[in-house]
């Protein structure tokens, strides 16, 4: 059974990949500023500041989930913060697994990222934060460290939740569609996808797509 350290999970990402893998029989470790409205059986619950408890929970794990978002007070922050939790994954030998935005994708192989384009006002903020994030990963990573930089579908959000099916695709950094065009994934599924490729690391270093 594998160590897994989820930040950010009391909230819609982190939250179902803490239900996942708890149901799977790992060891879980939530990290949260606040207390979740109801608590996952069997997940150990820690709280504070990501960069103040990181230092001592990342040592002894196997994988660390990095499930915040840049709203609110973490606005500007994520680059940094995740720099860090990179930082101690790195030097724990835990792998790294940042979870990002759609709009990070590309829409066709060369083609530039949809962040590269016309970006809705409402999402702009995030969707430039996350792509900073992206290419800090990318660029920036500790040579050692086993990263992985993944982009939920579409339409993926606390807003659309959706139910547990088991199914998903995984894509590279092109995104993918179903027949209608459209692009979904439920958050159980997509915590599921996560947990499947913690498991069974079939990628490294690169960036995924998680969609229907
Ligand atoms: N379609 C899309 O592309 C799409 C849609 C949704 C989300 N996303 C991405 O997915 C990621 C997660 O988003 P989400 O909607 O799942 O987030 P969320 O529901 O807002 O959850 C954020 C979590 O992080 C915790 N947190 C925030 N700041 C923290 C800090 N400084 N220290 C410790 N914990 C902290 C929150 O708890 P506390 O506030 O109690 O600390 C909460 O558990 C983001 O990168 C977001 O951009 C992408």
């Known amino acids: 059974m594998a160590k897994i350290i989820v930040f950010g999970g009391t909230g819609y990402t982190g939250g179902n990949v803490v239900r996942e893998a708890a149901s799977r029989g ?6 949260s500023r606040s207390e979740p409205q109801d608590r996952v059986e069997g997940v150990r619950y820690e709280f504070g500041d990501a960069t103040e408890i990181a230092k001592a929970l990342i040592p002894g794990a196997t994988a660390v989930v990095a499930a915040l978002a840049p709203r609110g007070d973490m606005a500007g922050r994520l680059v940094e913060v995740y720099g860090e ?3 101690l994954s790195a030097a724990a030998g835990a792998r790294f697994l940042q979870v990002g935005g759609f709009s990070s994708l590309r829409p066709a192989e060369g083609a530039p ?3 590269e384009g016309d970006v809705p006002e409402e999402y702009r903020a995030e969707a430039f934060e996350g792509e900073a994030t992206r290419v800090a990963l990318a660029d920036h990573a500790p040579a050692e460290l086993d990263w992985l930089f993944v982009s939920p ?6 807003w659309a939740a959706g139910e547990r099916t088991g199914a998903y695709r995984l ?11 459209g692009s979904h994934i ?3 599924d997509f915590a599921v996808a996560l947990l499947d490729e913690i498991e069974v690391p079939a990628h490294h270093r690169e960036h995924i797509g998680i969609a229907y």
């Open 85 to 87: 939790l990179a930082r």
């Open 171 to 181: 894509g590279g950094e092109v995104a993918l569609f179903d027949a209608d065009g």
């Open 113 to 115: 990222r949809f962040v």
């Open 153 to 158: 579908a579409g339409s993926y959000g606390a």
């Open 186 to 188: 439920s958050g159980p």
């Open 26 to 31: 790992h060891e879980v470790v939530s990290v």
